[in-house]
């Protein structure tokens, strides 16, 4: 029993100054570690689609896909849900277009992002790929921008700005 307190306390130790020895570069790997042990997206499989037996085999069928882009869209900023296009004389930015595919009877109730800000999404929607998988997890701001917003007092916390980072 000692034997294996004593080899457990060994094994401790020597991972604690491995761990303490590469803290900086240790910390930006165990992440990755740690997705490759446990990663749902498993490679890239080929689809094979079977025939749709109410279509007729003589005739090609149009693709069943509906793509809406919507760069910047909040769920609250479409007329038909009276969100923040709203205003009190009426909406202020009208989606009628958007508002007609409900009223004809389809609500898209579920839809996905690759990410919260617009150019790490638009980079997944090009690339195919979870934006963090190629390092584009922030939308790129000038310095200036970023300065600017650094020194914004918020209720909730204040921004956080590292100008160490800088170029």
Not at 64 to 92: E, K, Q, R, S, W
Not at 103 to 115: A, K, S
Not at 120 to 127: E, Q, Y
Request: glycine share 10%; hydrophobic share 40%.
């Amino acid at each position: 029993m000692r034997k294996v307190l004593w080899w457990t306390l060994g094994v401790v130790v020597v991972v604690g100054v491995v761990a303490f020895a590469f803290r900086g570069t240790l910390l930006r790997y165990v992440p990755g570690i740690i997705g490759r042990l446990n990663d749902p997206i498993g490679p890239t499989q080929i689809v094979t689609w079977g025939a749709n037996p109410a279509w007729p085999a003589d005739q090609p069928r149009p693709p069943n896909v509906v793509v809406i882009l919507a760069d910047d869209l909040g769920f609250n900023d479409i007329t038909l849900d009276g969100g923040v296009a709203n205003g009190p004389h009426g909406p202020l930015v009208p989606t009628p277009n958007i508002d007609s595919i409900a009223h004809d009877g389809v609500r898209f109730l579920n839809g996905y992002t690759g990410n919260a800000t617009c150019a790490p999404s638009r980079a997944a929607i090009m690339t195919g790929r979870y934006a963090t998988r190629f390092g584009f997890e922030f939308t790129p701001a000038p310095k200036a921008f970023s300065r600017l917003i650094a020194n914004f007092n918020y209720e909730t916390r204040k921004p956080i700005y590292h100008p160490e980072l800088e170029d």
